[in-house]
């Protein structure tokens, strides 16, 4: 008769044997698979235009039913001569330097606030976000509303006995920029700051209570110590702040100052739509494009390693 052998007692349970070095398990193949179609999507509508951008730049195109003709550095110099240019990047520089510190750091203390649920907090959460959910032709119009010669800032104005003080403010090159600046940190504070008080909503509460314990108030312990906690979603957000400001800054353009007086107001997202829509001069505008794309590269990678964490 033929017995069936079994292992001894208290010998180690036979295991299954590893796949060979190199192959990867069928699980991950399917996975692999499953993000084909994103990466095709990706390559196809996300470095397809970023390619076209650099070859058009070098081209001499006055037109989309126009010759084309090859133009080498000829764009890169007509754009470096353009006091248009100049006038673009300098007021490009003025509106990050002075509307992403202002929305972040706003941003950032409002969502502190928020975050300590104070009364009414949930109301001051949608409240927040409304700039958000209107429309930029809604938003502008109000803003036109507002800052047009007789408007309701120079009507409080004149009630308040200082009509000296009135301005066509949209019309005037010293204040044209000042207002899509003020456009800009009003549409994005409220939306950020409700992105800071959910990620600060994640923060225990034990670490609120530790500070108080410790005699930090709120201003040292939104400063000294949530801060450096979120330190990496903070650079997040400020990278998708920095990019919405930079390339998003056309449409307020176009529908309040249309670049002027002059060149005012004129940025550099704008500049790429004037030239091309406008202009027709395809090569410009796609010369500034690549100008824009370089300034955003190297905007995100500053930020990125400013607000790095350090621990």
């Excluded at 001499?60 to 126009?66: T, V």
């Excluded at 353009?82 to 520089?93: E, L, M, Q, R």
């Excluded at 409304?130 to 109000?142: H, Y």
Aim: proline share 7%.
């Amino acid at each position: 008769m033929t017995s069936l052998s079994s292992a001894p007692a208290g010998a180690p349970a036979a295991r299954s044997t590893p796949p060979p070095p190199g192959r990867a398990p069928r699980r991950k193949q399917g996975g692999v698979v499953l993000a084909v179609p994103a990466l095709a999507w990706y390559l196809i509508f996300m470095v397809g235009p970023l390619v076209a951008i650099f070859v058009i730049a070098v081209l001499h195109w006055p037109g989309m039913l126009q010759p084309v003709s090859y133009a080498g550095l000829g764009n890169v110099r007509t754009v470096l001569a353009d006091p248009v240019f100049a006038d673009a990047v300098v007021n490009t520089g003025i509106q990050l330097a002075v509307a992403l510190p202002l929305m972040i750091v706003g941003a950032y203390m409002l969502g502190y606030y928020v975050a300590q649920r104070p009364p009414g907090h949930r109301f001051l959460r949608y409240l927040l976000f409304i700039p958000g959910l209107i429309s930029t032709p809604a938003k502008a119009m109000v803003f036109y509303a507002v800052l047009s010669p007789d408007g309701l800032f120079n009507g409080a104005l004149d009630k308040a006995g200082l009509g000296s003080l009135t301005d066509a403010w949209l019309a005037s090159p010293s204040t044209a920029l000042a207002c899509l600046i003020v456009l800009d940190v009003w549409s994005g504070i409220g939306f950020t700051a409700v992105l800071f008080a959910a990620r600060l909503g994640s923060v225990p509460d034990e670490v609120g209570e530790a500070a108080q314990l410790d005699g930090a108030g709120h201003w040292r312990a939104m400063w000294r110590i949530h801060f450096p906690m979120i330190r990496d979603f903070v650079g997040v957000v400020t990278m998708l702040q920095f990019l919405w400001t930079l390339f998003g800054s056309a449409q307020n353009v176009l529908l309040l100052t249309q670049g002027g007086p002059g060149s005012s107001s004129t940025t550099l997202s704008f500049l790429v739509y004037q030239k091309a829509f406008i202009a027709a001069d395809l090569g410009y505008s796609q010369t500034v494009g690549v100008f824009l794309f370089l300034v955003g590269l190297a905007g995100l990678l500053t930020i990125r390693r400013v607000f790095r964490q350090n621990y």
